[in-house]
């Protein structure tokens, strides 16, 4: 029970924060909607408003070329009083979805699948913050991004709660729902699908743990690609309810976030890219960049088979860095999910380089952009530096925890050698 | 100097005393032959002495001969002899070179043989009296000798020492291959001694592992022995150990803890049994698992499937220069003209209605032979074809291709037939008397052959110009007479290039406030609409109009001058090009996408009126490929008063010299004089150019394709093509049957098609995009992204086939 109640206190006191916040600067809200590092062209909150105006007027929200998030979320936050005269409600209800992903990745926590898993568990075990919430209140419920995302009520954060909650469900040994969840995240923003096949192998390797008489992978993986596939569809057909035009809305949605026509500036590393390319190369660059975000994908998992939970972390990390519209809500989702990694830690070796190079680009960021956009003192290079410097912190934070995670596979397979030097060959 | 003195030969004074003899005689001959010496003797006896000194004196002069003749011979023979003694101390003289030539070489040899430096001199031989003190049986031996023993010594001696030399290195392989064996037992034991370490931090306590932090077992050792840690092995003699360790131990605490663990090391290292200590191998890191091989092997072919059959068809299907297939050769045989020959049969309508069927066609067929006869081109032929009797037959659009219509007229009263043409209709009207009807027997009659002229005449020009255009395009044509051919040449220069959309441009210019408008609509309805009318099977037409006020010459214009004569200002002809001011008045180059045609009425200020051009007094000129001017002056009746207002009626003459102005810059040939019949000039002109100018530019979009095969080639520019091919055939095919008409509206579109894809903007785009660059585009993002990647899938590849190859072997 005092963990119950520690976790109240830690979801109240996240929950007071953020109306606090709101409370004390009314316009902070509005402010960190605008920030380039917060809305993407496709979770930004205006343009959401801007759909939202157009549907509730019977208009097809596309046809203003400003909206391109799904469509289901329209008729949810119609339901909710209009966000520039009650703030509040908002504010309360992204702040509860916030709680919602904490409780989510305090139940991935508990599991204890980040440590020992089915075929392998970690060597430093002990080494760990309890997972009742602390990981969710030291880096997720007071994670500066997660409130400036949560303020600045980017749709991202649905993205997240299902990538969550398909975790939560998969290391609980609930496939079906982790499907759903998995499949709900698909449909707000593509780049989920990717998960697919880490996360059926982690609810493969739960059932296979708990159950003892496992089936093939290859039927198991079918029959949940099959549940996938329909929960997707299901969301489809019912959008397609919505908007009426089936086209329409799947080229205003998924052809905008795969041809990336929006080159608003963002913390990613497309925008300024296919601003210099040359037009005629720009269909090659871009199949380029979505295979480069794809490719890791099969290799992750095939060299780190044995801990399913790592790949989908390493893989939401590299989403963070390369997928065409990030934003620090993607990144917030990587750094809350890290910590279940506690026992790698000690392994890492440029954790003070990589947290130096993140808080310097979380600094400067906002001060080059106001030099560039409001000042005129100086021009997209600036920014566009600085986000060079947050995805080479983060690229270093990956690339130190991938490495760490495969010292302490290779610690367990050697255990004689536990404690000394290794070379990289 | 006397000669004496000179010659004292012995030989020589003989000669010497007869020649002063000689001389003697001879002055006294002189003396004797002397007049004025002796006058009183006797001339007889003076000849008869001076006859006698004669003769002594040839008596002398024969001896001095004889004597001179022997001194000659004499010297001679002495020349000869002073050569031979020369000679003989020539030779001498040359022996003696040679001698000494052999002494000098002889005694550099010597030098040479007494300076060699030999060996032995070099060799470090032990000093003399040493030398001797050995070997005392030398003492007596001279140097040669010695030396010879002195070297002969040496000799033994030396290969008493390389012998010895060749045992200490023996010994010293021995000693090294022990050194080694020796070696390798202290690296097993140092091995053992590390597992033992190993095992022994396994029990020690957590506290002992985090004291031990270094990751080797032996950076303690190491750090001990001071010696640089990143030497990978380091072999301890067990001795030197326990010594050190004795020195150590009480050094600090810290250390303390650890000593007391090598201490135990220590003792189980006298335990380890000898063989253990033999078989343990130097460190490495442990062989990878075949597992991880395979993982390996996995990853990397995971990243190449999803590069191989992800990104190469990405690639191909997003950098690939679409090329629509081009009818390639059909193109090049329109420019070359291989595919159509453009010809022209012009049909000409004969009517004869008072004439007999028999009779006409008899007529008809000389006629038409005699045409025949005349025409040299081919391509440009006259065909005669006798009209239908009842008109009713004859629908509208075949007559509409009927080039002309000859109408037999019998007159009476006329001896020679006569022709006239309708000015505005197509018909001939040719008068004949009766009489000269030819009689169906006769094969040629004054009548066909006037007939047959006449018609020559009427389409000489076009002709002419049909011949120049196809010659321009490089297809044999007729020759042409060379004044004909310069005066079409200059037709056709002064014509504007063919356009499917012309914009006529009517501007009234005036310097000053007056006139300030004009009655164009009714002017141009009545002048120009018409003309439009029956152009606009050729082209299209906009009109526009403008007045502009105030609008001055320009000042480097010269001012116009007046002449008194014809009481008028005049304007120089060499000055007209200056007219325009162009900088000023608002001529704009072009209206849209067609070519303008400007007109410039221009109404002089009432000072300057009237206003012409020097000499011919004409008024309006033409500016080759631009457009016509007009200067309107007002008739003298008000000139008084400024005309505010051009009616319909002042404008008449300047908009029918326009409309001729107009045909002109169409290219309308001058003759015939009727419209109808230079319009249908103009249409087989037209028809012609366009169909060899689309040809044209399809040999060029062929050529351009064939030599740039970086250029895209949009479907677009393939339709266009097509249809530009399939009309051109229809166009030739219209053209070999006469149909002007429908030939010149195919050969429009064609035209219009062809450039249509050889303009074709996508096309240029990249042309300016070399390959270099693309090495620049793909580079900077894919070399390091597939450098790792490559690296990896050879180092794949290497192992298999290394692996495949030791199979083999086994």
Redesign the interface.
């Known amino acids: 029970m005092g963990v119950d109640h520690r976790k109240a206190a830690v979801f109240g006191g996240a929950l007071a924060l953020r109306l606090l916040l709101l409370v004390l600067f009314p316009s902070l809200p509005d402010l960190l909607t605008g920030r380039v590092e917060v809305s993407t062209p496709v979770t930004s909150f205006k343009r959401l408003q801007e759909g939202l105006f157009l549907y509730t007027r019977n208009v097809s929200p596309y046809d203003g070329g400003v909206f391109h998030q799904a469509p289901l979320l329209l008729p949810l936050f119609s339901l909710l009083p209009n966000a520039q005269s009650f703030p509040l409600p908002t504010v309360v209800f992204y702040s509860l979805i916030d709680l919602v992903n904490a409780n989510a990745l305090a139940t991935i926590s508990d599991s204890g699948q980040a440590v020992s898993g089915r075929f392998y568990s970690a060597l430093r075990k002990h080494i760990r913050w309890d997972g009742v919430s602390i990981a969710a209140w030291y880096w997720f419920l007071f994670n500066p991004f997660t409130v400036a995302t949560c303020l600045g009520r980017s749709t991202g954060v649905f993205t997240t709660t299902g990538i969550l909650y398909a975790f939560s469900s998969a290391v609980t040994g609930n496939s079906l729902n982790a499907m759903l969840a998995l499949g709900f995240a698909s449909y707000l923003s593509i780049y989920p699908a990717l998960l697919f096949i880490p996360l059926v192998l982690l609810c493969y390797d739960q059932r296979a743990q708990k159950a003892k008489t496992s089936s093939g992978v290859a039927s198991f993986a079918l029959q949940h690609f099959a549940i996938f596939i329909i929960c997707i569809a299901g969301l489809l057909g019912v959008s397609t309810l919505l908007i009426g035009d089936f086209y329409t809305f799947i080229s205003a949605t998924y052809g905008f976030q795969l041809l990336v026509p929006d080159l608003t500036p963002n913390v990613g590393l497309w925008w300024y ?1 296919f601003i210099e ?2 037009d ?2 720009r ?6 960049f979505w ?2 975000l ?2 890791y994908m ?2 992750l ?3 780190l ?1 044995r801990q399913p939970l790592f790949v989908l972390t390493s893989l939401l990390g590299i989403f963070a860095i390369f997928k065409p519209y990030p934003s620090i809500s993607d990144a917030s989702l990587y750094f809350a999910l890290l910590p279940l990694y506690r026992h790698l830690f000690p392994l890492m070796r440029y954790t003070f380089f990589a947290i130096s190079a993140l808080l310097y680009a979380t600094l400067l960021g906002p001060a080059f952009y106001h030099l560039w956009i409001y000042a005129g003192s100086g021009n997209a290079n600036f920014f566009y530096a600085i986000t060079l410097v947050w995805s080479l912190g983060l690229s270093i934070l990956l690339a130190d925890t991938i490495f760490a995670a495969l010292r302490d596979e290779w610690e367990h ?2 255990p ?2 536990r ?3 290794v ?1 990289q ?1 | 100097m006397a000669i004496r003195d000179i010659v004292a030969n012995p030989s020589l004074l003989p000669v010497l005393g007869l020649s002063a003899e000689t001389r003697d005689q001879c002055m006294k001959l002189l003396a004797t032959l002397d007049p004025t010496a002796d006058l009183s003797t006797d001339p007889h006896d003076r000849a008869l002495a001076a006859s006698r000194e004669q003769k002594q004196l040839f008596a002398l002069l024969a001896r001095l001969r004889g004597q001179n003749r022997d001194a000659i011979v004499r010297v001679r023979e002495t020349k000869q002899s002073t050569a031979e003694a020369r000679q003989e101390i020539d030779r001498l003289h040359l022996q003696l070179q040679n001698l000494y030539y052999e002494q000098r070489h002889l005694t550099g040899e010597i030098a040479a043989c007494e300076s060699y430096d030999h060996k032995y001199r070099a060799l470090p031989l032990i000093p003399l009296e040493e030398f001797l003190a050995l070997h005392p049986e030398h003492q007596e031996s001279d140097e040669h000798e010695l030396m010879i023993a002195r070297i002969n010594h040496e000799h033994a001696e030396r290969e008493k020492l390389e012998q010895a030399r060749q045992e200490l290195l023996k010994r010293k392989q021995a000693l090294i291959a022990e050194n080694n064996k020796r070696k390798e037992d202290l690296a097993s034991l140092d091995k053992d001694l590390e597992r033992f370490i ?1 095992q022994w931090y396994c029990i020690v306590s957590r506290e002992m ?1 985090l004291v031990v932090r ?4 032996t950076a303690n050792w190491r750090g001990l022995f001071c010696s640089p840690p990143w030497l990978p092995h380091l072999h301890l003699h067990p001795s030197l150990l326990q010594l050190h360790l004795h020195f150590t131990n009480p050094i600090s605490l810290k250390h303390a803890l650890v000593m007391t663990a090598k201490n135990d090391d220590q003792t189980s290292l006298q335990t380890v049994s000898p063989d253990h200590a033999m078989t343990a191998t130097p460190r490495l ?2 062989p990878e ?1 075949p597992e991880a091989i395979r ?2 092997f ?3 072919a ?2 190449w ?3 191989v059959f ?2 190469f068809p ?2 191909w ?3 690939s220069i679409y090329r629509a297939r081009l009818p390639i050769p059909d193109m090049i045989d329109w420019a070359d003209g291989k595919t159509c020959r453009p010809v022209f049969p012009l049909e000409i309508r004969v009517e004869t209605p008072s004439l007999p069927e028999i009779e006409a066609q008899h007529l008809l067929r000389s006629t038409q032979h005699t045409l025949d006869d005349l025409n040299e081109f081919s391509a440009h032929h006259l065909r005669l074809k006798l009209s239908n009797e009842n008109p009713d037959q004859s629908p509208a659009d075949d007559a509409a291709d009927t080039a002309l219509t000859v109408r037999l007229v019998p007159q009476v009263d006329l001896t020679t037939p006569q022709a006239a043409l309708h000015p505005d209709t197509t018909q001939l009207d040719v008068f004949y008397p009766p009489s000269q009807i030819p009689p169906p027997s006769a094969s040629n009659s004054p009548l066909s052959t006037f007939i047959a002229a006449e018609l020559q005449l009427l389409f000489a020009e076009e002709k002419a110009i049909i011949a120049q255009v196809l010659s321009e395009n490089n297809i044999p044509s007729a020759p042409i007479s060379p004044d004909l051919a310069e005066s079409v040449t200059r037709r056709l220069r002064r014509s504007m290039k063919y356009a499917d959309t012309y914009h006529l441009a009517f501007s009234l210019f005036t310097p000053g406030t007056a006139p300030s408008s004009w009655d164009i609509q009714g002017a141009v309805h009545d002048y120009i609409t018409p003309v439009l009318r029956a152009f606009s099977p050729i082209s299209n037409f906009t009109v526009d109009t403008q007045v502009q006020l105030y609008a001055g010459f320009s000042p480097t214009a010269p001012a116009p001058e007046y002449d008194g004569t014809h009481s008028a200002w005049t304007l120089k002809k060499d000055d007209l090009s200056a007219f325009i001011n162009a900088a000023e008045w608002p001529l704009s180059p072009s209206i849209g996408s067609g070519p303008t045609i400007n007109f410039i009425l221009y109404v002089p200020a009432p000072s300057q009126s009237p206003l012409v051009v020097k000499d011919s007094l004409a008024t309006s000129w033409i500016i080759p490929q631009w457009g016509g001017v007009f200067l309107l002056n007002p008739t003298p009746t008000d000139a008084s008063e400024p005309l505010h207002h051009l009616t319909k009626d002042t404008l008449g003459p300047a908009f029918m010299t326009f409309s001729h102005q107009l045909l002109t810059l169409l290219g309308a040939p001058s003759t015939p004089s009727p419209l109808p019949l230079r319009l249908q000039t103009l249409t087989r002109i037209r028809a012609a150019t366009l169909l060899l100018s689309a040809s044209s530019t399809m040999g060029s979009l062929a050529r351009l394709t064939e030599s740039l095969p970086s250029i895209p080639i949009p479907a677009t520019v393939a339709t266009s093509v097509s249809t530009t091919l399939s009309h051109l055939t229809s166009a030739c095919t219209h053209l070999r049957h006469g149909q002007f008409q429908a030939a010149l509206a195919s050969a429009r579109v064609a035209e219009v098609e062809a450039e249509r894809s050889f303009f074709e903007k996508s096309m240029v ?2 042309m300016y ?1 070399p390959d270099e660059h693309k090495v620049a ?1 793909y580079l900077p ?2 070399g390091p ?1 597939g450098v790792p990647l490559i690296v990896g899938l050879v180092k794949e590849v290497k192992k298999w086939v290394a692996s495949r190859r030791e199979r083999r072997w086994k």
């Open positions: 890219f390319i040359f005629s190369f269909e090659f660059f871009l199949g380029v295979l480069h794809a490719a099969g290799g998992t095939l060299r088979r397979d050697n004689e050698l404690g000394k030097e070379r060959v | 190993d592992f270094s990751p080797w077992g890191p442990p698992a993982t390996r996995k990853v990397i995971a990243f499937a999803v590069i992800l990104g990405i690639w299907k997003t950098t785009g990249q995009f585009v993002l894919l992204v």
